[in-house]
């Protein structure tokens, strides 16, 4: 799950320190943006147990994994979310509950609190109800807004993430001024990524330079305004950037996303490497697939890298970027990623922005998360 | 060197509730851990939060540092001011009201 502010700033030593598990890709909204698989509906039938999320995170807490991820698809949608949430509590794991507010009650974040989950991230769409009910595709701002009364009533450390596209950007001051007044510690502009959902309807979401700068403009003097009260993450996305993000802090090095059938996933969004084969918890340990699958040693480290990576200064630091993006980009996941200025797909990247600074916001059609779309695995 | 700063000697620091502070066996060192971050310690910063507990002056922790340490008082007040001016501005401990 590439996103901002997700890094710990701890080598792993080789360790998965931060684990994030994917529940279910059940959700009530049906937003444009969704980072679930393009064709979620086919791991319905196949979620794990309670038994087998238990002795998913015994052994990540084994292997030395410290922070705790519960996501989704909607997390809230597993009846047994609070005797996961309890059971990672015991092991000693720093619980962060990722969700949409949908499905959450006064009641159940009581639960939540008794059964030790220690920070919420509520994921919002915009401060206008217009807007944010149609990104996320049905009616849901008024209930999102009443959760995040509520779960600070309870007492939770908060972040309030929200992903930027060309529909919202302009509300920045606005959405910073709602998250404010509601008390957050912590407001994420996510700057949407290009992956599944999102990669569908990306000319139709990708912001333009401007606007970019703008809003940059806008988080500075917000940050001036606020000072320490609440911390601002802003990060424009990487197609503006020139250099590829760090992702994942390399491939296999920190982070282990378990999908809801127990796939082991260096991060959410590698589903989308077809060559790969993703085996689960229920056939292997959790310690043969991190340390020695063939899928999670693939990427790991720079054995792999192919020009201009292999060669580059900044290989250790960036790591080639991210191995889907090169991959639904430019068809080789051991590419550079065309993020990077110098990787010679760069024009990709360059042209998607062009399409972007050519299109009128709202004059195209955006698809929404449903079922019964065909898997693709790949850009429109 | 202790006049110019915001640590208050005779008050007792706490973890701020956001962050949760433990020994953590696998990193074989202390560590913070708070929404999606981690901080490893050092051994003297983690001594040093260890001491944080609400009930415990300044004063009083820099005693049981300097004994506990065999180390020159005036030496670990430094240190130990310093790294609690850090960890004060990061948001990671708060001065608990007096009593």
Same mark, same amino acid.
């Given at each position: ?34 980072? !679930?698989? *393009? ?10 147990? /309670?038994?087998?999320?238990?002795? *998913? ?25 609070? /005797?996961? *949430? ?46 944010? !009910? ?61 992956? !599944?959902?999102?990669?569908? !309807? ?8 401007? #606007? ?22 802003? *990060? ?46 229920? #056939? ?31 290989? #250790? ?36 922005? #062009? ?26 | ?24 066996? %696998? ?19 983690? %001594? ?52």
């Amino acid at each position: 799950m590439p996103r901002v502010g997700s890094v710990p700033s701890l080598d792993g030593e080789g360790k998965p320190i931060w684990v994030l598990l994917e529940l279910t890709y059940r959700c009530p909204l049906k937003c444009v943006f969704c980072s !679930n698989p *393009v064709d979620f509906e086919r791991y319905g039938e196949e979620e794990l147990s /309670t038994a087998e999320w238990k002795r *998913v995170m015994r052994e990540a807490r084994d292997l030395g994994a410290m922070q705790i991820g519960f996501s989704g698809g909607e997390p809230t949608l597993r009846k047994d979310l609070e /005797t996961l *949430v309890a059971e990672a509590n015991e092991l000693g794991y720093y619980t962060n509950l990722i969700t949409s507010g949908i499905g959450l009650t006064s009641r159940r974040l009581a639960a939540l609190k008794e059964a030790g989950l220690k920070h919420i991230q509520l994921g919002f769409q915009s401060s206008d109800r217009q807007t944010a !009910n149609w990104l996320a595709g049905v009616d849901s701002f008024d209930r999102k807004l009443a959760m995040a009364r509520e779960i600070k009533a309870h007492g939770f450390p908060m972040v309030l993430n929200v992903p930027i596209t060309r529909h919202n950007i302009a509300q920045i001051p606005e959405i910073i001024e709602l998250a404010s007044s509601l008390g957050m510690e912590y407001l994420e502009l996510a700057n949407v990524q290009y992956y !599944n959902w999102a990669l569908l !309807n990306r000319d139709e979401l990708l912001p333009t330079r401007e #606007e970019l700068a703008w809003a940059e403009a806008e988080v500075a003097k917000a940050r001036r305004r606020l000072g320490d009260t609440m911390t601002i993450f802003f *990060v424009i996305p990487d197609y503006y950037e020139g250099r590829p993000k760090a992702c994942m802090n390399g491939w296999g090095s920190i982070h282990l996303t378990i999908a809801p059938d127990g796939a082991a996933l260096p991060c959410s969004q590698a589903r989308t490497l077809e060559t790969l084969d993703f085996p689960t918890v229920r #056939e292997h340990s959790l310690e043969w697939l991190w340390r020695e699958s063939p899928t999670f040693r693939k990427y790991r480290g720079a054995e792999w890298m192919k020009e201009p990576c292999r060669s580059c200064d900044e290989r #250790e630091h960036d790591f080639g970027g991210c191995r889907c993006q090169a991959l639904l980009l430019t068809g080789d996941a051991a590419n550079a990623d065309p993020a990077c200025s110098r990787s010679p797909h760069h024009h990709v990247i360059q042209e998607a922005v #062009e399409r972007a600074q050519a299109a009128k916001a709202g004059s195209g059609t955006l698809i929404a998360r449903q079922g019964g779309l065909a898997s693709g695995g790949g850009g429109a | 060197m202790t006049d110019q700063t915001n640590i208050d000697m005779a008050a007792c620091y706490s973890i701020h509730p956001t962050f949760l502070f433990r020994w953590e066996a %696998s990193q074989d060192a202390h560590v913070l851990l708070y929404p999606e971050g981690i901080v490893k310690l050092n051994e003297t910063g983690g %001594s040093i939060l260890a001491h944080c507990d609400g009930d415990t002056t300044v004063t009083a922790m820099i005693d049981a540092l300097a004994t506990c340490y065999d180390a020159k008082r005036d030496a670990v007040a430094e240190g130990v001011v310093k790294f609690l001016e850090v960890a004060h501005a990061k948001g990671w401990i708060r001065a608990e009201p007096r009593r």
